[in-house]
């Protein structure tokens, strides 16, 4: 009997136009296509001029000049100049990555205590009302804005 079932609901639903499971499935698949389609040309520029270019450093490192395997390469890497520019370059790295994580966060905390958010929601909103700056006391005051 339940097969009876099954056979005329494949029918009902071939007649209705098709299952409406799989169409909601593409729906949703096509949706998610089009919410991230925009991100298609920023992964394109990185992997042209970001990933080919490490790609192809990394696989020249293991070759010599006539295209045969070899880690003298990298073996040269870590001996004497090259070693030194290689530790010095990464210290620069780490240095200015650090420095610039300090100065982030020291910023970003004087926004938040300052209250920042609530001057900007209240000069910002939908009305697009532009704030005024004057200079007084060392720090920058808005007026014109109805807090």
């Known amino acids: 009997m339940t097969e009876i079932n099954q056979s005329l609901n494949d029918v ?5 136009g098709g299952d409406n499971r799989y169409r909601d499935k593409s ?8 919410e991230f389609s925009g991100l298609i040309p920023f992964f394109v520029f990185a992997a042209l001029f970001i990933g080919a270019p490490t790609l192809i450093v990394i696989l020249n ?6 295209g045969a395997f070899t ?4 073996l040269l890497a870590f ?8 530790i010095s370059s990464l ?17 970003s905390y004087a ?3 300052s209250g920042m958010k609530k001057i900007t929601k ?6 697009w009302r532009v704030c005024k700056y004057r200079w007084s006391s060392s720090r920058f005051f808005l007026y014109s804005c109805n807090w």
């Open 111 to 113: 926004v938040f205590v």
């Open 79 to 86: 001996t004497d100049v090259y070693y030194l520019s290689l």
């Open 71 to 74: 880690l003298s390469n990298v």
């Open 27 to 34: 729906n949703k698949l096509r949706q998610l296509f089009f």
């Open 61 to 66: 490192a293991f070759k010599t000049n006539e």
């Open 122 to 127: 209240s000069c910002f909103n939908s009305k």
């Open 12 to 16: 009902a639903i071939t007649q209705s």
């Open 91 to 107: 210290k620069l790295g780490l240095t200015s990555a650090l420095t610039g994580v300090f100065f982030g966060l020291m910023v």
